[in-house]
C-alpha cells in the first residue's frame, strides 16, 4: 500500500500564491501517474487540476494552465503543485492521486485551499 501526506494549503488573498506538496511513502510502483484534483464548496466530483507520469510530460486543466504548474521529485516520490494568480474559484479542497497503470488510485487526504480577501 501507498500512502500519501499533503501539505501546503492554507488561505490566501486573490492573486496570491501557494504550493502543495504531496509525498509518498510505502510501497511505490513505476511507471505512476501522480497529481492533483480538486473538489470545490458544495460539489459533488473531483475535478483534475494537473498530473504527471513519471518522466512524462504534465496535463493541465483548461483553468489552470499558465497559473499552476505541476512537478515531481522522483527521488522523493513526491509531487508538487505551485499554484499563482489565485483566484476564488479556485477554493476547494485538493488531493493528491497516485495511479499506477493497472493498479486501483490511492488518494490523499486533501488539503483545503480557500482565496478570499
Known amino acids: 500500500q501507498v500512502r500519501l501526506v499533503e501539505s501546503g494549503g492554507g488561505l490566501v488573498q486573490p492573486g496570491g500564491s501557494l504550493r502543495l506538496s504531496c509525498a509518498a511513502s510505502?510501497?511505490?510502483?513505476?511507471?505512476?501517474?501522480m497529481g492533483w484534483y480538486r473538489q470545490a464548496p458544495g460539489g459533488n466530483q473531483r475535478e483534475l487540476v494537473a498530473?504527471?507520469?513519471?518522466?512524462?510530460?504534465?496535463t493541465y486543466a483548461d483553468s489552470v494552465k499558465g497559473r499552476f504548474t505541476i512537478s515531481r521529485d522522483n527521488a522523493k516520490n513526491t509531487v508538487y503543485l505551485q499554484m499563482n494568480s489565485l483566484k476564488a474559484e479556485d477554493t476547494a479542497v485538493y488531493y493528491c492521486?497516485?495511479?499506477?497503470?493497472?493498479?486501483?488510485?490511492?488518494w490523499g487526504q486533501g488539503t483545503q485551499v480557500t482565496v478570499s480577501s
Open positions: 498530473s504527471m507520469m513519471s518522466g512524462g510530460t504534465p
Open positions: 510505502g510501497r511505490f510502483r513505476s511507471p505512476n501517474v
Open positions: 492521486r497516485y495511479n499506477p497503470p493497472g493498479y486501483a488510485p490511492t
